[in-house]
């Protein structure tokens, strides 16, 4: 049975009126989708974590991730809104599960062997995202890259055919580079620049990681000192990021983070990016390096808690 559009649903359309009708389907599809379905809510399966950190260290703890298989399964069963992935793991299933789940093609990726300033390599296209049948395609930028121009180029270039496509752009903006300290990552006045930044590029769904209660950098102290946002508390420092990315006129959800041993520390975060306006998450290593049926009923958990 096919759902009618929630008139939460139509609100959230509302806020791209310059996007053409297959995009706005598209993003319907997404926010129409499983376990959260008309709520404006999702949560989203990521599993770039083998191109990006290589595959023991992302699946060498629970060995059933190695095969694509799983990652698909793992989405469906428990009722996710979308799957992202690189084109390898997308082409090995798309056509076993046609239909089943919306797909993000995920069109860059940089591995862990460089200790280079990061910067993504395109290792997928618009055309393979609509040849599998995806609904979007994802994207990586870095703020404070010594490389960010070049990735912010590729990202208009691949906005723009992926928008006249019908196709939804996701943005994974994770500042990193010499001039921010590791804390300075996921300062608050650094989360909230980037997914201002990733906003402004053309995103449609903007993932930042949880921002943590200090400010990187001192022009933005002397604001932040002034002005005196509450961000005390987790849920706070999210409506704050949420506020910067056009006043929550841009669907941003949140990284899950590292893996964490303990269930209650995830659907904690969780909670507060619900009390804190988010629109969800992006829930990878937390779910998949967990037996299948422990990571299901931890999505299952994460999404009634949105609901």
Known sequence: MTLAVTDRVKEILSY????????LTNLARLLMHGRLAGTGRMVILPVDQGFEHGPYRSFG???????????????????????????????????KFAGQVPLILKLNNSDSLSKLEPCSALTGSVKDALRLGCVGIGFTIYPGSSSRNEMYRQLR?????????????????????ANLSKDGETSLDVAAYAAHIAAQL??????VKLPKDRIEQSEAQKVYDAHKPPRATLAERVR????????????????????????????????????????GSIIGRNSFQRPFAQGKKLLEDIMDIYK
Request: proline share 5%.
């Open 16 to 23: 791209y009126p310059s996007d053409n009708p297959g995009t």
């Open 61 to 95: 703890m629970n060995p059933e991730g190695m095969d694509p298989e799983y990652h698909f399964r793992l989405a469906i069963e428990s009722g996710c809104a979308a799957y992202a992935a690189p084109l390898g793991f997308l082409e090995a299933c798309a056509g």
């Open 157 to 177: 270039d691949l906005t723009l055919e992926a928008k006249e496509a019908g196709l939804v752009v996701v943005t994974w903006s994770y500042p990193r580079g």
């Open 202 to 207: 053309g995103a449609h769904i903007v993932k």
């Open 240 to 279: 704050h990021v949420v506020n910067c990315t056009f006043a929550g006129k841009r669907i941003i959800i949140f990284s899950g983070g590292e893996a964490k041993d303990s269930d209650a520390s995830v659907l904690d975060d969780i909670r507060a990016i619900r009390d804190g306006g988010g629109y």
